[in-house]
């Protein structure tokens, strides 16, 4: 039986690593769409963080379609008036082996922290440590590494971070739209540190201790996901791979259409 030629052009994709790879499982996610419990039964609830009342769910248009999406509202001015989420991840993954996925945008710099915006802590907001936006609109964990590709804002984007802790050796890695954009062998994202015994994970909330508690912006999150193990999303191809991609699907192509024709019987 002929394959159709969807079938060629998806075996083509795999082969140059379109599909993602992941070296984990999905222990919860959420979808938001007007609530925000976990789309697996038996999952902790995400909590709204919303102490001048203004969270709320609205709909949005993310990667070119429309959905429902939690935009979270505060203020910047003063630490304790920040908005976002938190999660209880007690027994939810391993706590020095665990990855994030997020669909999200900053509607905004951040007006009072000289353009920082907080992305995720794991301190339980007593420390200036954690994954960021930087000023100059790039990924970072605070003090350690940098990206290098720019965070649009506004924006959608998707982001991957991951810290794993295994026999000695540690490493955190962040993803900006599948691309690998920072490596370090920081151990400050686990989540069974000093300052943190609840094991929770605050999104888009500064510190309140320590230095510098004003690095929030507004936003919105269309979709969250939490694995316990590492996530290894797969490389995007060059240009010139996509090049070759199509010359080679060109070539599948013709030689499809000569199977065809000479499997087609002549008439009279």
Do not use: C
């Not at 429902?68 to 304790?80: E, L, Q, Y």
């Amino acid at each position: 039986m002929q394959r159709p030629l969807r079938f060629f052009f998806a075996a083509a994709l795999l082969g140059l690593g379109f599909a993602s790879a992941q070296a984990a499982t999905l222990v919860a996610s959420y979808s938001f769409n007007d609530t925000l419990a976990a789309n697996q039964a038996g999952k902790p609830s995400l909590v709204s963080v919303d102490p001048l009342g203004l969270n709320s769910f609205e709909t949005a248009v993310v990667n070119g379609a429309s959905q429902r999406v939690f935009h979270w509202n505060g203020s910047g001015a003063t630490p304790t008036n920040n908005a976002g989420l938190r999660l209880d991840a007690t027994g939810l993954v391993s706590y020095d082996n665990y990855s994030v996925e997020m669909t999200f945008e900053f509607l905004e710099a951040s007006a009072f922290g000289g353009g920082w915006r907080r992305i995720i802590d794991t301190q339980n907001r007593q420390s200036d440590n954690g994954f960021y936006v930087e000023p100059g609109n790039r990924l970072q964990v605070y003090d350690v590494v940098t990206g290098s590709t720019i965070f649009t804002t506004p924006g959608f984007h998707n982001v991957i971070l991951t810290n794993f802790v295994v026999g000695g050796v540690r490493e955190v890695k962040a993803y900006l739209d599948g691309h690998l954009e920072l490596v370090s062998d920081t151990d400050q994202l686990n989540l069974d540190n000093a300052s943190n015994p609840g094991h929770l994970l605050h999104f888009f909330l500064d510190n309140v201790a320590g230095p510098a508690q004003q690095e929030f912006a507004d936003g919105r999150i269309a979709a969250l996901s939490i694995y316990d193990g590492v996530v290894i999303p797969s490389a995007i191809p060059e240009p010139e791979t996509y090049a070759l991609l199509l010359v080679g699907l060109a070539a599948v192509g013709a030689a499809a259409r000569r199977r065809a024709r000479r499997n087609t019987p002549k008439l009279g």
